[in-house]
């Protein structure tokens, strides 16, 4: 009997902690990703045809997500983590649907991730490449894939583990912010890199604000979508750590008349 009567609170306390588990990390929520903002051309294959993709619209799980030369869109997931995805992108969005961790299969192009977290606990999801296997638990991070080749990968916040797609005897790499890695189609795993400067945070920034001024030149400070451009027009502000240049000197008096 005291067995019995001990296990009732038992049973209660995992009931209550698996209802305390967010609906999207159960299964339970919808498992689609909706077009928070977007500009230029990006599309989505269906029924083997491309189909214009609009702020709002939702894209399900092993979709082929493509982006154009001037295309750019940031998609939202059930848990509220963000995907970026930059011009000249392809990609296959959860294509392994009986598995939430699989989010993103990039092909080739450049992508940014925010993976939220839940009361500070780890939310595991996973990104693979021709090159490279990506592991996270909850972090900001870019992966730039240049096709079959080779892949790099660079943290923003919070940490990610890197395994080679091709070459999985080796051991992983961990990256914490601030770190990058290249991984190459015919190599074991090279030592991780530092962004010093944040060169690399730079370089997407400048796309960025290349799309989104080129949005406000031709559609008067919106988005192809119809979604208003960040910064009502003006250049968004960048990620890392960038000082704006002093301001020239002032001109010297001038010469004094001759006597």
Known sequence: MLRRRASIPARWAILLTVAAIPACLRGESDPAARVVSLTGQVSVLRDSGPWVLNQGDSIKPRQIIITGADGFAVFQVADGST????????L????NPGNWKDLLDVFIGKVKLHV????????HNRVRTPTAVISVRGTIFNVDVEGEEATTVLVEEGQVEVRHMLLPQGSPKL?????WIRVYKNQPLAA????????????LNAVREAI????TRTSGGTSAG????PGGG?????????????????PPPPAAPPN
């Open 83 to 90: 995907f970026e995805v930059y011009p000249n992108s392809r």
């Open 92 to 95: 296959v969005f959860r294509d």
């Open 116 to 123: 939220q977290r839940f009361g500070g606990q780890p939310n």
């Open 175 to 179: 990256l914490n912010a601030g770190e």
């Open 192 to 203: 991780k890199g530092f962004d010093k400067g944040s060169l690399m945070q730079r370089a």
């Open 212 to 215: 989104w001024v080129a949005s």
């Open 226 to 229: 119809g979604a208003p451009v």
């Open 234 to 250: 003006a250049s968004p502000p960048p990620v890392g750590d960038e000082k704006s240049p002093d301001p020239p000197p002032a």
